[in-house]
């Protein structure tokens, strides 16, 4: 199972565009990346998923590189509510159907 | 469009004691998948149910067990409770797999256990 390396924690400026890096150095080719975020011990929350292309819906973008290596999930215009811990997934490619979640990005929207 | 739901919200037992927790898909989701949290820790991946049947399970012992109804809602079962077992357990639906795109997952907003 590929794995995902976050960094722990960061902050953003409200109004602000907040861009969370996650490498994937170990994808496959046909594994999807996917985007959750929890708040304070809710349910983690799907915000978006991709593949190859960049990805776009009303809650953020996704962009990821050309070798598939990495990912950035961006929040164009983070707000108070946006401060959460945001997983960045790789979903095995099949059979088993399990998200393997990592530690995540704790992000700090700050006023 | 409901969400993904569980009951009970918070559950508290002693030692040694079964646990059930419930969980009742997005409507049309034929797969439930079950996760442990740990408190500080990560999700770590407990079951998947699909059509009625157990496909994987997680690094967990048997005494965590389920099932899943008919209905496509499930159950989670944890016999023998111990201390470690507290954690915030969640319940997750998607559509039928088969096909990646359909498998996004939608998590309810969990039970907390409490073993004391």
Do not use: M
């Given at each position: 199972d590929?794995?995902?390396t976050q960094p722990p924690s960061m902050d953003c400026a409200e109004g602000r565009a907040a861009n969370l890096p996650c490498n994937h150095s170990t994808i496959s080719g046909n594994e999807y990346v996917y985007w959750y975020r929890q708040i304070h011990s809710q349910g983690p929350q799907y915000i978006i998923h991709?593949?190859?292309?960049?990805?776009?819906?009303?809650m953020a973008s996704l962009i990821i590189t050309e070798d598939r290596k990495s990912s950035t999930l961006i929040l164009p215009h983070a707000t108070l509510r946006d401060t959460a811990?945001?997983?960045?997934i790789v979903r095995t490619s099949s059979g088993t159907y399990k998200y393997i979640f990592g530690t995540g990005t704790r992000l700090k929207v700050l006023a | 469009e409901a969400?993904?739901?569980?009951?009970?919200?918070?559950?508290?037992?002693?030692?040694g004691q079964?646990?059930?927790?419930?969980?009742?898909?997005?409507?049309?989701?034929?797969?439930?998948?079950?996760?442990?949290?740990?408190?500080?820790?990560?999700?770590?991946?407990?079951?998947?149910?699909?059509?009625?049947?157990?496909?994987?399970?997680?690094?967990?012992p048997p005494?965590?067990?389920?099932r899943q109804f008919p209905n496509y809602s499930s159950e989670l079962n944890v016999n023998a409770l111990e201390l470690e077992d507290s954690a915030l357990y969640l319940c997750a639906s998607s559509l039928a797999g088969g096909s990646l795109n359909q498998e996004t997952q939608y998590f309810g907003p969990g039970t907390r256990l409490l073993v004391l």
């Open positions: 590929a794995k995902t991709g593949l190859k292309n960049n990805e776009t819906n009303e811990v945001y997983y960045c | 969400g993904v739901t569980q009951s009970p919200t918070h559950l508290i037992k002693t030692r079964q646990a059930t927790l419930r969980c009742s898909p997005i409507s049309g989701h034929t797969s439930v998948y079950w996760y442990q949290q740990a408190l500080g820790l990560g999700l770590q991946f407990l079951l998947w149910y699909d059509e009625g049947e157990e496909r994987n399970r997680g690094n967990f005494r965590f067990s389920g």
